[in-house]
């Protein structure tokens, strides 16, 4: 035994850079001692599996002696939710299979919902309900556009579990799901059966004065396409200037702002962004622009992909900025499949910053035209284009001066 000890010892030392593992053995001098199937792995990556060793062996602990059959899967999986959760980052975060799928459904704008949209603030952890979408059953059980959503059947939802919120509100049609939100200072319950929920991403019409209007809800599907369907048809009814509605929009996929943006900028950057080592990379603009004068509406809740945009095309001079302090979620998120598709994650990889280099991230975009929603307007629901809206009212004024 020790000469056969000492032949592994000079193999080390000849070959620093590989390792001879088993699948069962927990050191090397076990190898001698069993008859087993061997793998060659680089060093690297045998200390690699080394830092997950303890692991392992609870894991093996609990597949030999617990008092029952375990569910192995569903342990890895809260493990995997558990990684992702320790690095506390409420943009972080696993999709198992069923979410993985909701996630698809979400981006094709058809699922099995209640019809709210909303968004978390990590000053106070609260969640309010910034959408509810026209004809569905959220809107026909009394759901309003400010309510605080503060529990989904059992889940007491906060900003760290706003997305297990969204889960449990997803799912088949038909079935009912209990809310519970806060209005003012009362609490309510609501009882709201699933349907089929079709999501528009784009709206858009002709105010006075040749003032085109277009509104955006999220940066997800095809709406960029949609954008640029609705600009060309409002310049061919004598659109001079357009007003972007990006209130409530809380973001999607960076490209379909980028995409927007382009139609507006012939050349130069519109962001870019950082990584954790400093590493910096540009998003230029391409040759060919529209010169319509902009004015972007924005509120406390339009942030991400909206803020790339608007704020991007104002930092460059071309647009106005009318409304109140944007969100600022100045970051950005992979999202990562697993397993063949099956299954995936998102994880925050890097912060974005303004042309200019100004910061976005927790400071928000601050307009030109200050305008705020009253109060008791906040949860009023306006026709497209009413111009009893205040904030649109002040946007349609600030349009109007930039016809020339």
Do not use: C
Not at 52 to 65: F, G, H, L, S
Not at 228 to 239: H, P, R, S, V
Not at 327 to 349: H, R, S
């Amino acid at each position: 035994m020790k000469k056969k000890g000492l032949t592994v010892i000079l193999l080390l030392a000849l070959i620093s850079s590989v390792i001879i593992v088993t699948a069962n053995a927990s050191n090397i001098f076990d190898i001698l001692s069993k008859s087993q199937k061997t793998v060659t792995i680089p060093q690297e990556e045998y200390e690699r599996l080394s830092r997950y060793k303890k692991m392992d062996d609870i894991m093996r602990y609990i597949e030999t002696w617990y008092i029952e059959e375990p569910d192995t899967d569903k342990m890895i999986e809260s493990a995997i939710v558990g990684l992702l959760y320790a690095l506390d980052d409420p943009y972080t975060y696993y999709f198992n299979s069923e979410q993985w799928e909701q996630e698809k459904e979400n981006d094709v704008g058809e699922y099995g919902g209640i019809g709210i949209e909303m968004l978390g603030n990590r000053e106070d952890y609260s969640v309010t309900i910034t959408r509810v979408f026209k004809d569905t059953p959220a809107e026909r059980a009394g759901v309003l556009k400010g309510d605080v959503l503060v529990r989904v059947e059992d889940l007491e939802v906060n900003f760290y579990s706003m997305q297990n919120a969204v889960n449990i509100m997803r799912g088949t049609v038909d079935e009912t799901v209990e809310i519970e939100v806060k209005r003012g200072e009362e609490y309510l319950t609501f009882n709201i059966p699933r349907a089929t929920i079709h999501v528009n991403r784009v709206e858009s019409t002709m105010l006075d004065d040749q003032v085109g209007l277009i509104v955006l809800y999220a940066f997800a599907g095809e709406s960029e396409k949609e954008f640029m369907a609705a600009l060309d048809a409002l310049e061919n009814q004598g659109a001079k200037a357009l007003i972007v509605d990006l209130r409530d929009n809380g973001g999607g996929w960076v490209e379909s702002a980028r995409q927007i943006a382009d139609l507006f900028l012939d050349d130069g950057i519109l962001f870019y962004t950082q990584d954790r080592s400093g590493y910096q990379e540009k998003t230029d603009m391409k040759p060919g622009k529209d010169d319509i004068p902009l004015v972007f509406l924005i509120n406390e809740n339009t942030a991400s992909s909206s803020e790339i945009l608007s704020g991007g095309l104002h930092d460059r001079g071309r647009a106005t900025l009318v409304g109140v302090q944007s969100y600022g979620k100045g970051i950005v998120q992979a999202v990562i499949p697993l397993d063949d598709d099956t299954d995936g994650f998102q994880m925050t990889v890097e912060e974005y910053f303004l042309p200019s280099g100004a910061k976005v991230h927790k400071v928000g975009l601050t307009p030109d035209i200050i305008s705020e929603m009253p109060e008791e307007l906040k949860s009023v629901y306006f026709a497209l284009g009413d111009l009893a809206d205040p904030q649109l009212k002040d946007a349609w004024n600030a349009a109007k001066e930039l016809i020339k």
